[in-house]
């Protein structure tokens, strides 16, 4: 089924389109798309991202592939609605098509045995750090997962993680699952009762990040977090993405974009992703207004489900 | 001296001399600056006829010789005099196969119209408005059927980049029969052509129709295709049995002077500003998702003299900025950008503060630009340039009040490629190394040509570069020899 958002011009706008095998939510707000890109399913290597332009007037994001079958030719991504292009996203389905994906994008993540690694991931982060995480157990590392969300629905990919991990905690903000509290509390109770730690990987909310980035950096503990600035190509061409980083100016999209946590400049980082607040804003009510517009022309309700479901069950 | 093609022309030389140039129509500066669309609008055949007529038909034409890719001026300005305007689309068609672009946007002043005769009586002949009328023309009439190819070679080229010089190599390898593919890391063809130049100077329409041409000539285009990273040179050669490999990736990666305060939100590269409006289409804003900060009524500076700079400041008028300033540290005879787009933004509205440099970005404290502290310079000696170079003035540093600030400083080339080629030779720089006449790089079948090799340059010296790999491609590709 086409969809009304998508307008696909195979003849101008390349000869590529990229067809949706399988989309669900795993979580409210949260859907996973299954995606038919063979070139990336090749070539992906945990860590990177895709960038993905869904309509002929949308704008470029960026996403991390959770992961890719080189041998079906698909790339899995988990995207979670926060503004206009995610919740456009999240309304595509099964039989849909994204009109522009490129990648694999970035550095890889620097996978070796260091030992023991704690991986944290909160939100949708769980999704971007499961493919460092199971590289990581691979690799013959001992990982210690501590996934986090605001409440249960929110902590997303358990049953993948306990895969690639030696051991789970979850923490919820609400404590309707695991513990109640932070990652971040997890992680202190780990260094306080003497958990030899080697690594730490980090993936979440800017603020999540920047707080086991203060922890680790008293206890000496190597952390790598990966970072989430603005986009536009994302091949070093526009600049946009550029991150402090111990004083210096990288670009996240081909320095990164994981980072050095204690090297950061998290509050630089905060300050340019604020940069087009309103008109985000703005973007996502007239998104969200033309879906209601849409769902009251609709006769039959099923229907209207059918373009505008964003939120999931 | 009698030339080989016999004059239609019934003007005498003398009348010739004293006949002014014609005025290219263009809209009123002050509708102009307030939108996205051309600027110039283009000749009639009246007027291109009447400007064709001051030719005066050199038996060894300068402007010719001065043309990086030697189109025969002389000839298809006479073909116009005679009105026949395909042929002379064809006969410029002989040596630049983007003519609607190259009138638009090349520096005919340091070329064709520099070398003109009549520039010593007065005005050179409007050569880029001629070769952009005729193109246009042929646009207008193009008949699909009349394009010839050669038979089929058997022969497989991959095209990385669809700038100028990928373009050409394209148009050219397809015409000799090979199979053409060409990979695009973005979503849209064209390079710079479409993601730097705005819409007011090389409307899209036009590389779209020079894009379809080529896919009806059966040029095949992959966008979303980052070579390097989506797949390598040699997975092009080794798996996907590409015989030969052309490289035109451009000079991308933006600079930034390093001074404090570039990471503030207001301060952009010009490259990312131009990606946001042209590629993006953030002045249509909500339309489009692509956000911009607002401009109306704000001060913006853009700190640079090429034509990334003007391009930039003039489409910062058309977002409503209150003042634009470009920020130059040489002096305005130094700047490298176009004539006609200096004066095209001066009548805009353009302030012009030259002999001055940014020293350090302020903000508000919120992380938001409000100033630049910049310091004024004066002209000393010349450079390895040959334009002087410019000495800050001890004491002089002042402040502009500032909201955006654009660095169009120049560009250098993305590493992408260069380290996931093994064994291609790069200058200490990273630009690509490439014969000069072959454009034949250190590696077996891996051709290279412009901005990549040469550093930010023209289109028309990368659309040449296109052209030569082009023919020493078919070369190695019929023969075998390296
Ligand atoms: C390398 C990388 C990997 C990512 N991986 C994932 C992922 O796997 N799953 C996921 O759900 N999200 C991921 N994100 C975040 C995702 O790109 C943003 O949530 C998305 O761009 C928001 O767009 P929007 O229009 O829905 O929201 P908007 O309302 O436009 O923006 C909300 C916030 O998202 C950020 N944002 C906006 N536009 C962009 C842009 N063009 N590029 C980057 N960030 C932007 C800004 O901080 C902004 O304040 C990743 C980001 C990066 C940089
Ligand atoms: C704003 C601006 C204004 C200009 N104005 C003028 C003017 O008026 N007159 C003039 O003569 N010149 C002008 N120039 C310069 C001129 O545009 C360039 O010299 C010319 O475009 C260079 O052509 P190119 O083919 O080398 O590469 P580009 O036009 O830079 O194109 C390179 C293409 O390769 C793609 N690419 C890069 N890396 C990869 C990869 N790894 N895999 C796949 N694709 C890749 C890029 O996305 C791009 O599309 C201007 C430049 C700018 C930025
Ligand atoms: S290609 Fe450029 S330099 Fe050559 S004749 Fe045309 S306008 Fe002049
Ligand atoms: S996204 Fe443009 S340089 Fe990184």
Known sequence: ???????????????????????????????????????????????????????????????????????KGTVNIVVQSIGKTTHLLNSLQTGDAILDI??????????????????????????????????????????????????????ILENEMREVSDTVFITTDDGSYGDKGLVTDKLRQLIDNGTRIDEVLAVGPIPMMRAVADMTRKERIHTVVSLNPIMIDGTGMCGG???????????????????????????????????????????????????????????APAEAETTCAVEGK | MPTTH?????????????????????????????????????????????????????????????????????????????????????????????????????????????????????????????????????????????????????????????????????????????????????????GVLVYGIPEFRLPKKIIREQVDIMRAMGVVFETDVVVGRTVTVDELMNEEGYDAVFIGTGAGLPQFMGIPGEHLNGVYSANEFLTRINLMHAYEFPKYDEPMVDFRGKNVAVIGGGNTALDAIRSSLRLGAGNAFILYRRSEAEMPARLEEVKHAKEEGVQFQTLAAPLEFLDDGKGW???????????????????????????????????????????????????????????????????DTTQKTSRKGVFAGGDIVTGGATVILAMGAGRRAASAMHDYLTTGNW
């Open chain 1, 1 to 71: 089924m086409s969809h009304p958002h998508v307008t696909i011009n195979p003849a101008f706008y390349g000869d590529s389109v990229f067809k949706i095998i399988h989309a669900e939510f795993i979580a409210p707000g949260i859907k996973r798309f299954v995606i038919e890109a063979p070139r990336i399913a090749r070539k992906q290597r945990p860590g990177q991202f895709v960038i993905v332009r869904v309509n002929e007037t949308g704008e470029r994001i960026p996403l991390t592939i959770e992961r890719s079958d080189p041998d």
């Open chain 1, 102 to 155: 490129v990648g694999p994008l970035g550095k890889p993540s620097e996978i070796e045995n260091f030992g023991t690694v704690v991986v944290m991931g909160g939100g949708v982060g769980t999704a971007m750090a499961y493919p460092s995480a199971a590289a990581l157990k691979r690799a013959g590392n001992r990982v210690i997962t501590i996934l986090g969300g605001r409440n249960k629905d929110l902590v």
């Open chain 1, 241 to 299: 993405c550029r991150v402090q980083v111990e004083g210096k100016s990288e670009f996240a999209c081909v320095d990164g974009p994981e980072f050095d946590a204690h090297r950061v400049d998290f509050a630089i980082l905060v300050q340019r992703n604020a940069m087009y607040r309103d008109a985000e804003k703005r973007s996502l009510e007239n998104f969200q207004r033309d879906c209601q517009l849409e769902k009251q022309k609709a006769s």
């Open chain 2, 6 to 190: 016999k004059s239609s022309n019934p003007v005498p030389n003398k009348e010739r001399i004293k006949m002014p140039r014609q005025h290219m129509p263009e809209q009123l500066p002050q509708i102009r600056n307030k939108q996205f669309t051309e600027v110039n609008l283009g000749y009639s055949a009246e007027l291109a006829r009447q400007e064709a007529l001051r030719c005066l038909e050199c038996a060894k034409p300068t402007c010719t010789k001065d043309c990086p890719v030697g189109v025969k001026v002389k000839d298809f300005v006479q073909l116009i005099v005679d009105g026949d305007f395909l042929a002379a689309a064809a006969k410029i068609r002989e040596d630049n196969v983007l003519p609607a672009i190259t009138g638009r946007v090349c520096p005919q002043e340091d070329h064709c119209e520099g070398a003109c005769l009549l520039c010593k009586r007065g005005e050179s002949l409007g050569i880029g408005y001629l070769e952009r009328f005729v193109a246009d023309y042929e646009q207008q009439h193009f008949d699909p059927s009349t394009i010839v190819k050669a038979p089929p070679t058997g022969k497989k080229v991959a095209i990385v980049g669809s700038g100028p010089s990928g373009l050409t190599a394209a148009g050219d390898l397809i015409q000799k029969g090979h199979q053409v593919h060409v990979f695009e890391a973005l979503h849209e063809i064209g």
């Open chain 2, 369 to 435: 630009l409000t100033g630049a502290r910049c310091q004024k310079m004066e002209l000393g000696e010349p450079d390895s340039s040959g334009r002087r170079r410019p000495i800050p003035i001890e004491g002089s540093e002042y402040v502009v009040p500032l909201s955006v600030a654009i660095m169009a400083i120049g560009t250098t080339a993305n590493p992408i490629i260069r380290t996931t080629t093994p064994g291609l030779a790069t200058t200490k720089k990273g630009y690509i190394q490439a014969d």
